[in-house]
Structures are given as C-alpha cells and as structure tokens.
C-alpha cells in the first residue's frame, strides 16, 4: 500500500480517518496509564453519592406511598366505609408519673401569683383580726376641746382619771377611757382652724361621745342638768362639772389648773350618723359614771 493510501483509511463506519503522520502513535493504540489513588478515592466517592442519592430517592418515593395510602385510610374512616384501620392506629402516650417536688414545681410555675395573692390577702386579714382582738376597745371616749394643748400634754392622766369612774362596760375584762383632743390653738389660720372644726364636727356626728371637756371658750353647746334636782350650784355650771378641786389637781398633777376647765354630757339627740334610741342608750350607760365623778369632785375641797 502506498502512502497515499495510507493517508486516508476508512473506519467502521466508512467515515474518513486521517491516518497518523509516519512516527507517530495514534491515541486509541496508546496503553491505558494506571489510575492514581486521588482518581480511585475520586471515583469511589461519585459512585457512593450516586448510591445515596438513589437511596434517598427511593426512601422518599416510598414514605410518600405511605402517606397516600394513610390519607385514603383515613377518608374511609371519616366516610364510615371502613371502621377500623390496621394503618392508621391511636398511640396513647401513658402520661409520667410527676414526683412530690415535681408537682410542687408544676403548680407554682402555673400559679405563682395567684398563690403570692393569696399569702398577701391571708397576712393582711390575720393582721387585722389580730389588731382587733389585742387592741384595747374604749369603754367610753371623751372629747377634750380647748383652745391650748395643756390638757393634751396630760392625755394618760386623764384617762387614769376617769377610768377609776368608767368601769368595764363592754364586759371584755378591762376598762380603756379613750381621750380624743381638738386643740383650737390658732384660728387665724384658716386651715387649722377649718381642720380642727371638721373634727368637731365629725365626732359630734357620733352618738358614742357622749362626753366633753372643755374651757368654755367653745363654741357648741355642751350640755348639762344643771336644770335637775341634786347638783350643788358651786360645783355644776352651764358647761358640766367644774373640774378644778384638790382631788383633779392631784389626779392630773397639774397645781396650775385653771378655774374655766368643765366636763359635760351631751344631750341625746337625731343625729345623722346616729339615731336618738341609740344615742339615749349611750347616755343612759355613762350617766352613773358621771354621777360618781360629780360626787367625788363635789366631795373634793376647792
């Protein structure tokens, strides 16, 4: 064969191939080179990906026959075609057993506050049922209305005093005399002065303060019985009992007392926070201890 011929040889396909140039090595004759570890590492990993792909593929094809085949199940059982299911089956979880501390925790982490209000209400009630139970309750409350603070300066004397007359009317086993002081010191002030009248007023609204001291410079009425049979004049004024004597200055150790210092009871009457029966009831109950104290003054030297 020529090399002309040899220029040009037909394939299988009786396409024309360039022959190789004379020395030359054509690529399908070359040996095969061996393959590198990096190549085989390269090739085995393509080919475990391609695995795991096609096992992915496969897994999710398969779950998502089961849930086609679940939701047709569960049309069935909605549609009352079939009544149970070997599919489609209730799992009841069996709730854990919580321990002691547990439940403890459980219910103050849901209800924290409610049981801090609780606790509060419960801490505030006790305190003040127990404030009431130990407190002492007043026998009788006398108003002393004065236009100083002397008398207020010997308040605890004064409420010695008189409980040595008062007794244990309301049977709890002691006797208090409450000593509630008005002092209308300066009435040029307009706030004082409208302060210390709304006192007045405020406890001349109560039918329980029967009882009054004053200096006479007040300007209510303080009423006495000057009008009834039995009261020496000396002792008994317009304003109640005369309180300055040897035995009231001893008593309230005040040698200075002046002459003006009276104490009265007020006359029952319709009161609006009060009605007259219950404001008699009071008066009724204090007027023997105002008969003992008006014999014990008017035994007294001056």
Known sequence: MSNEDKGKILSESSEPVE????????????????????????????????????????ARAQHEKELQEKKIELMKLKTGVIEESDTIKEVHEEARKLTFGETLENIWYRSKWIILFVVFCVVAGGYIVYSQVTSEKADMTVLVVMDNNALYARTEEVETFLEQYCGDLDGNGYTHVLVYNIVLSDLEDVTSSTSAQAQIMTQLMTGDNIMIISDGTTEFEVHDFTQDEGYDDECMTEYGIRLNCALTREELRWEAMPDELYIGMRQPQELSGTKLEKMQENFDELLPMFQSLYDAISASEP
């Open 19 to 58: 022959a190789p140039v004379e020395g030359e090595v054509h690529p399908s004759e070359m040996p095969d080179k061996p393959k590198t570890d990096v190549m085989l590492y390269l090739d085995e990993e393509v080919k475990a990906r391609e695995e795991a792909s096609r096992k992915d593929r496969a």
